[in-house]
């Protein structure tokens, strides 16, 4: 396959978490990027993919196009069962999500992520410097799906030390079974794909770590974009760029009114 030249900060990440998801495995899926994922990933390697929506949509094929939200009736056409939010989340709960993917506006070094507000948190909650989107579903998949992908823009700013607010669970502050004892289910993070970077955490200490940098990057330059220390992996490699077919998918057959993926 040819590598492409032409490609977007946007268009690396969808195609780096559609290349972690694997076949005939159950995602719950998060509005924006991690729908095109989603679907890049069944149109390619991964046909029996399962996705789930938080409106309750269970294994629609997604042959009639991109969703737009997590209720779009695109989610419902030709899924196996439609079972409403109550029942959605309830199938996390009883351990049948393999991944949850998600998205943050901050993240800390545990993988914990901040979609609620930018401010002095809890004095300033209500008036926040910035006020995100907030939960959603987002919380209740991060502590209850089996594992969660997570998506967030690399920057100094928005990989910090310390949270200012705490909206989706990840190992928490990395102690020992701190996900058991705040009883949090599933294994927790498992990677941050970045605008820099794919990232894991280090099984003994649950702390963020290097896995691959993205072409162009190196370990130092990602570092220098992260308001904490990372960990660096023992082989850290570097992630093919996109071919020019898996952007001419993104482009023209998924999302070619650019709803999530911008080109600009």
């Known amino acids: 396959?040819?590598?492409?030249?032409?490609?977007?900060?946007?268009?690396?990440?969808?195609?780096?978490g559609a290349k972690i998801l694997e076949d005939n495995k159950v995602v719950f899926v998060g509005t924006g990027l991690p729908m095109v994922a989603s679907l890049l990933a069944k149109l390619t390697h991964a046909p029996g993919l399962i996705p789930v929506f938080e409106a309750g949509a269970v294994g629609p094929p997604l042959g009639v196009g991109l969703p737009l939200s997590v209720g779009d009736?695109?989610?419902?056409?030709?899924?196996s069962y439609v079972k409403g939010l109550n029942a959605a989340f309830e199938m996390t709960q009883r351990g049948y999500a393999d991944f949850g993917f998600i998205g943050g506006a901050e993240v800390d070094m545990y993988g914990n992520l901040n979609s609620?507000?930018?401010?002095?948190?809890?004095?300033g909650y209500q008036i926040?410097?910035?006020?995100?989107?907030?939960?959603?579903?987002?919380?209740d998949m991060a502590a209850s799906c089996e594992r969660t992908i997570l998506i967030v823009p690399h920057d100094k700013r928005k990989f910090n030390e310390k949270l200012q607010y705490v909206t989706s669970?990840?190992?928490?502050?990395?102690?020992?079974?701190?996900?058991?004892?705040?009883?949090?289910?599933?294994?927790g993070p498992y990677r941050v794909i970045t605008t820099k970077a794919i990232?894991?955490?280090?099984?003994?200490?649950?702390?963020m770590r290097i896995l691959r940098t993205f072409p162009g990057e190196t370990v130092e330059s990602v570092q220098e974009a992260t308001g904490f220390e990372l960990l660096v992996a023992p082989d850290v490699s570097?992630?093919?760029?996109?071919?020019?077919?898996?952007?001419?998918?993104?482009?023209?057959?998924?999302?070619?009114?650019?709803?999530?993926?911008?080109?600009?």
């Open 238 to 264: 570097t992630f093919e760029p996109p071919t020019m077919e898996e952007v001419r998918m993104i482009r023209e057959d998924i999302d070619p009114h650019q709803a999530f993926v911008k080109r600009g």
């Open 128 to 139: 926040p410097k910035v006020r995100l989107p907030g939960s959603g579903g987002a919380s």
């Open 169 to 187: 669970p990840g190992h928490l502050e990395g102690s020992p079974n701190a996900r058991f004892k705040a009883g949090l289910q599933g294994k």
């Open 116 to 123: 609620t507000m930018i401010g002095d948190f809890p004095d």
């Open 73 to 79: 009736s695109k989610t419902f056409t030709g899924s």
């Open 1 to 16: 396959m040819t590598a492409s030249t032409d490609y977007t900060a946007q268009e690396i990440i969808v195609v780096a």
């Open 199 to 207: 990232l894991d955490f280090d099984e003994e200490t649950k702390r």
